[in-house]
């Protein structure tokens, strides 16, 4: 089993790669210090487990776990926190157990045995929790990731089987669906288009373009955006409360 160690305390994962270690058929492949950093530990090492701490800088524990359950394959995930109070929000980022600090020995078997059933594919998971929206987008590339600042994110236009982001620095590809995100960030983003959405305060202007069309004019466009039929009436009314 490999495993990732997520914690921004060093004796935390100290301890914890103490404890792995007299257990048999688990390796440690990586340490973090922070959600992001887990995240790209993931992308590179393709661990079995994450063991994650909640309370970090910047991207949390919960955050993260929300990311690792859209990686393929899918970590398991076992939550290690200091404080009980997050055990149903961890449970909702479909975490596989959450060990209170300090972890014993015989709690730290008992998840890794559950996960070793979670590999096995005897409990099937679904897809992340409905808790609080993510602050980054997570693009995954060639054995790494770019994240995406969410509040940098001009556009969400869905292509085949993906949605490209068009942010401040550019473009990338994520493999979500354009309505989860509608879902997850619906007060950000406004649809406008059966396969595009747009941040709220990017819309600058509605106008008629030459053939009849309704087109969306963004702050940080080159060009403007097309506003389906369907869509121009509640998109006008949304600009009139911006």
Wanted: contains cysteine; aromatic residues 4%.
């Amino acid at each position: 089993m490999r495993i990732v160690i997520a914690d921004d305390e060093p004796l935390a994962r100290s301890r914890l790669r103490e404890l792995l270690d007299s257990q048999d058929g688990v390796e440690v492949v990586a340490e973090a210090d922070d959600g992001r950093a887990a995240l790209h530990a993931c992308a590179e090492h393709h661990p079995d487990l994450v063991l994650l701490d909640i309370a970090m800088p910047g991207i949390d524990g919960l955050e993260a776990a929300r990311h690792l359950a859209a990686f393929e394959p899918r970590p398991a995930v076992v939550f290690c926190t200091a404080f009980d109070a997050h055990a149903l929000s961890a449970f909702d980022a479909q975490a596989i157990d959450y060990l209170v600090k300090p972890v014993r020995p015989e709690r730290l078997a008992a998840a890794l045995e559950r996960v070793r059933t979670f590999a096995a594919g005897r409990e099937h998971a679904g897809s992340a929790g409905h808790g609080k929206s993510r602050t980054h987008l997570c693009a995954r590339m060639r054995g790494s990731l770019r994240l995406i600042p969410v509040e940098d994110v001009h556009y969400l236009q869905a292509e085949e089987k993906y949605v490209v982001v068009h942010h401040a620095r550019g473009e990338d590809l994520i493999e979500e669906s354009l309505k989860s995100l509608e879902e997850e960030f619906g007060d950000r983003f406004v649809r406008i288009h059966r396969n595009c959405l747009v941040a709220r305060h990017e819309i600058v202007e509605l106008k008629r373009a030459g053939d009849g069309h309704v087109q969306a004019v963004l702050r940080h466009g080159s060009q403007p955006l097309e506003v389906s039929r369907r869509c121009v009436s509640h998109l006008r009314e949304t600009i009139k409360h911006l």
